[in-house]
């Protein structure tokens, strides 16, 4: 499987394991599957760090680094088809970087494993849900 993580589950995977569902826990980290990040999630990270509501040591950056290196991370480019293909999607919410991840997930075929029950609801995606 190609599984595209939600921040979150970037985060937790790393960080609090503990808040994974079985399932998912033991997809990550299954060697016939692929880790897939959007930038978007890069992006978001830093955004948490620099507001103080995580905590990356030794810094953000050089976490990031680390952290996509180990796990051996696959890149999800974000393309005009995958800005477009946002208005596709019938989210239930405005929020831009959900949106650049869900149309990711639809555009390059990949499964999106998250924990938000809204994102698991769409049609479109395919989805593990962190249940």
């Known amino acids: 499987m190609k ?4 921040t979150h589950i970037w985060v937790w995977g790393s960080l609090e394991p503990q808040r994974l569902s079985a399932r998912v826990a033991r997809e990550l980290v299954n060697p016939g599957n692929e880790i897939w990040l959007s930038a ?14 995580l905590k990356l ?5 050089s976490w990031i680094y680390d952290n996509l290196n180990r796990l051996r991370i696959r890149e999800a480019p974000l393309t005009f088809e995958v800005a477009l293909a946002i208005s596709s999607l019938k989210l239930p919410h405005n929020d831009p970087a959900d949106g650049f991840i869900a149309a990711t997930a639809k555009v390059f075929g990949l499964t999106l494993v998250t924990a938000d029950e809204q994102l698991a609801r769409l049609p479109d995606i395919d989805v593990l849900p962190n249940r």
């Open 40 to 53: 978007v999630s890069v992006w978001e990270l830093r955004l948490l760090h620099d507001k103080g509501r």
């Open 3 to 6: 599984l595209l993580l939600d």
């Open 57 to 61: 040591i030794p810094d953000a950056v």
